[in-house]
């Protein structure tokens, strides 16, 4: 089956910089890599989501990259502000995304005031 | 305004007593997953459903058994808890077709 792989496992950065989280999978076949983001206490919502055949997609400040050939997807944030702290995962799937969806072990971010 | 909800949202039990957790959405969804969170493991998927009588395993579906006879239930059954499903359980689900999971506001079991 699918085996996503996270990393770092936590990191801090200084608000206003960037941070970038990484993962890897394994199935080829898998086509849709979302991101979600937990804060503290809450439910996973997600925050950014990208297709096999697009390389890039971005939202203000955050963006997702693909390489399918490498088989790893990367989250980047930048100008990081006190709300970004979170863990966020990733995730793979082969079909629409819903069906079976293989989690990361999840990053915790903490953004240094 | 669209909802998933779980119940209980904490449960303390003991070894063996069978307990089940429900998850109900007003959404219409098709889909719907268990998910247990656990630290350094992420999420992991339990089971999940397609639509009315579908279901399938996920990556770890033992000890565990669920049941979809409405769209909109999907209970997640323990016949005989053990202390390693003590966990963070949360139920999601996601309109066919789409690919956003929304997820419940989660159910911190603990089984001792």
């Known amino acids: 089956g699918e ?26 076949a898998s086509n849709y890599f979302p991101w979600y983001k937990q804060e503290l206490g809450k439910r996973p ?26 088989k790893h ?11 970004d702290s979170a863990v966020y995962f990733c995730a793979a799937s082969k079909g629409f995304g819903n069906e079976k969806l293989t989690f990361g072990t999840g990053t915790r971010l903490t953004i240094i005031p | 305004e669209a909802q998933v909800t ?38 992991r998927q339990i089971y999940y459903s397609m639509n009315v009588e579908v279901t399938d395993k996920g990556d770890v579906p033992e000890g565990y058994k669920v049941s979809r006879k409405e769209k909109r239930n999907f209970p997640l059954i323990l016949e005989s808890p053990s202390p390693n499903q003590t966990s963070l359980y949360f139920c999601a689900t996601s309109r066919a077709g789409a690919y956003e999971q929304y997820f419940g506001p989660g159910t911190r079991l603990t089984v001792t």
């Not at chain 1, 496992?9 to 199935?27: F, P, R």
């Not at chain 1, 697009?54 to 693909?66: F, H, N, P, S």
């Not at chain 2, 098709?30 to 969170?37: A, D, F, G, N």
Request: aromatic letters at 6%; one cysteine or more.
């Open chain 2, 6 to 43: 779980q119940n209980p949202r904490y449960l303390i039990t003991v070894t063996g007593k069978k307990l089940t957790v429900t998850c109900s959405q007003n959404m219409n969804h098709e889909y719907m997953s268990w998910y247990r969170q656990d630290p350094g493991l992420g999420l």
């Open chain 1, 73 to 83: 997807f990367s989250l980047h944030i930048t100008e990081t502000q006190p709300e």
């Open chain 1, 3 to 28: 085996n996503v792989e996270q990393h770092p496992s936590t990191l801090s950065v200084q608000e206003g910089d960037s941070a970038v989280i990484k993962c890897t999978y394994s199935d080829s």
């Open chain 1, 45 to 70: 919502q997600l925050i950014i989501d990208i297709r096999s055949n697009v390389g890039e997609k971005k939202d203000q400040r955050i963006a997702v990259t693909l390489n399918k050939t490498a």
